[in-house]
């Protein structure tokens, strides 16, 4: 086993909870507001794979070194990296968890590397911008892991770890996931396809979803991109019609990435009603965004917060009853409610832990997503039968 580093998206804690969802919290080394660091069995070719899966993730990183010795482990990756190689090398080197980042001289070494490099009979070129540390979105745009290397110098808590960048976000195909596909509705607001991973590694293994609160299928789709079975269902025939159109266009366009095996069934219903005989296979997880209430530009008064607490508690309550008669002791549920966002802090969900418990319910864990641009933020739930 190996040390990898994973570079945190925004939502640091929710990001490093899906990572423990996937490999144990047993396996984590270490990890601080840019990076958590897990001792794992990854192979080299299959890097690129486990990133697309992983929507808190910016980067995956294999560790080959933490002596603080930066030249000397510069130069053994660069010579063992290019020895057999001709043409222009393109590389960058990134920094992770530096509060001053001119803590490391990124001019000397990328002028050093790109030396060695020279000594080694090979042109090259960094792409660092200013000798500022690599930005991911360069690093992608550039294709500098198909065609050179990303160095990556990491502060830890007591160590200085030196790796290599196996993997980067895919950020064109988000965006055409998220922007591209023939069914979006503004009105209801859209799960972003990164959140919809986020949520289903955080439901663990399972080789088959449900969703009963599909809309336009954004997690159905991104489901079906990680090998899952998908099952969704909504209390409107539009959305349903959404859905479908959304995930024959994903099959269509994404054909490479979608074992020919996975499979999505859809159904109109309303979730508060689901019987057994919704459900000819087995649920392995139910992922979803249940409704979280009329879409707003500026924050409610109190009194139509409370209102909105309170619609939403009924429809919470009873379609977390449904979901229990209809699924075994073992199949957890990832689920989304809303929280207003305050001037200064968040007003939660009142009461929503008694709710879960009358439904049969137990909470096991709570992660905050939000934007800075919207009122409503997603308090996203991880619930286990009781």
Request: glycine share 6%.
């Amino acid at each position: 086993m190996d040390l990898f580093a994973f570079e945190l998206g925004r939502k640091t804690e929710l990001c490093l909870g899906e990572l423990s969802s996937i490999f144990g919290i047993k396996n984590l080394v270490e990890n601080n507001p840019e990076f958590a660091i897990f001792k794992l069995d990854i192979k080299d070719t299959e890097a690129q794979n486990l990133q697309n899966s992983l929507g808190g993730t910016i980067k995956i990183i294999r560790i080959f070194d933490s002596n603080g010795r930066l030249e000397e482990s510069i130069s053994t990756i660069l010579k063992k990296t290019f020895k057999d190689r001709s043409g222009k090398i393109p590389f960058a080197i990134s920094l992770l968890n530096f509060a001053n980042p001119k803590e490391i001289n990124i001019k000397h070494l990328l002028n050093f590397s790109k030396k060695f490099l020279k000594s080694l009979g090979l042109n090259s070129r960094f792409v660092n911008k200013d000798f500022l540390s690599a930005e991911s979105a360069t690093i992608f745009k550039a294709r500098i892991i198909e065609k050179g290397i990303d160095v990556n110098i990491i502060k830890g808590n007591s160590n200085l770890y030196i790796g290599e960048t196996l993997a980067v976000q895919d950020l064109d195909s988000y965006s055409k996931r998220d922007f591209d596909k023939p069914r979006r509705d503004m009105i209801t607001g859209m799960l972003p396809p990164k959140l919809a991973q986020i949520m289903i590694n955080l439901a663990g293994k399972s080789e088959t979803i449900y969703d009963p609160f599909c809309g336009t299928g954004t997690i159905l789709t991104e489901g079906l991109l990680m090998d899952k079975n998908v099952i969704g269902s909504d209390i409107e025939q539009k959305m349903i019609d959404f859905s479908r159109e959304n995930l024959h266009w994903i099959k269509r366009e994404m054909t490479n990435k979608i074992k020919g095996t996975s499979r999505f069934r859809l159904f109109v219903k309303d979730s508060r009603f689901l019987n057994k005989i919704d459900f000819p296979e087995k649920i392995d997880a139910v992922v979803t965004e249940s409704y979280l209430g009329k879409p707003v530009l500026t924050l409610p008064s109190k009194e139509e917060r409370e209102k909105t607490f309170r619609e939403l508690a009924n429809l919470n309550l009873n379609w977390l009853r449904s979901a229990n008669k209809i699924t075994e002791k073992n199949c957890p549920i990832v689920t989304c409610i809303p929280a207003f966002k305050t001037e200064k802090t968040f007003e939660f969900f009142p009461h929503f832990e008694e709710i879960a418990k009358q439904a049969g319910y137990k909470i096991l864990h709570s992660f905050i997503y939000d934007r800075p641009d919207q009122i409503v933020a997603r308090e996203i739930k991880v619930l286990e039968k009781i």
